[in-house]
């Protein structure tokens, strides 16, 4: 079975490329594909809002991600030095999420069958 990793790098709230690349991860794992999701670049500052729906009528993103068990992803990953970049503490982001190092990143690319990313 083919592993999927799903990466989002755009902005939060400008386009729902994010939420629409969640969509397709959540139907990867309906046909019971191991599927792992990235965040990186400015995706990450959409992990830290509590707004139940944005202005320009996004879902919000924290709960979907908290969805994910359902469809059997677990593994969400945040780029570390994206973080550090906007200044956001590890403890605003979703209980799921998990922050890993560049090299943790590289190794999440090597073992991935497919790559799908929402680029910005």
Do not use: W
Not at 12 to 36: K, N, Q, Y
Not at 60 to 85: D, F, G, M, R, W
């Amino acid at each position: 079975m083919k592993s999927y990793l799903f990466v989002a790098s755009r902005a939060p709230f400008t386009s729902p490329h994010t939420l629409e690349l969640i969509d397709t991860a959540m139907v990867a794992a309906v046909f019971e594909h191991p599927v792992r999701i990235l965040f990186r670049h400015l995706a990450v500052l959409g992990l830290t809002n509590s707004d139940d729906i944005r202005p320009n009528g996004n879902r919000n993103l924290v709960k979907v991600l908290n969805a994910l068990p359902t469809y059997e992803i677990e593994e969400i990953y945040v780029c570390e030095s994206a973080l550090q970049h906007f200044q956001i503490e590890s403890a605003a982001l979703p209980d799921c999420a998990k922050v890993v190092s560049l090299d943790a990143q590289r190794s999440l690319f090597a073992e991935a069958a497919v790559v799908i990313g929402a680029q910005g």
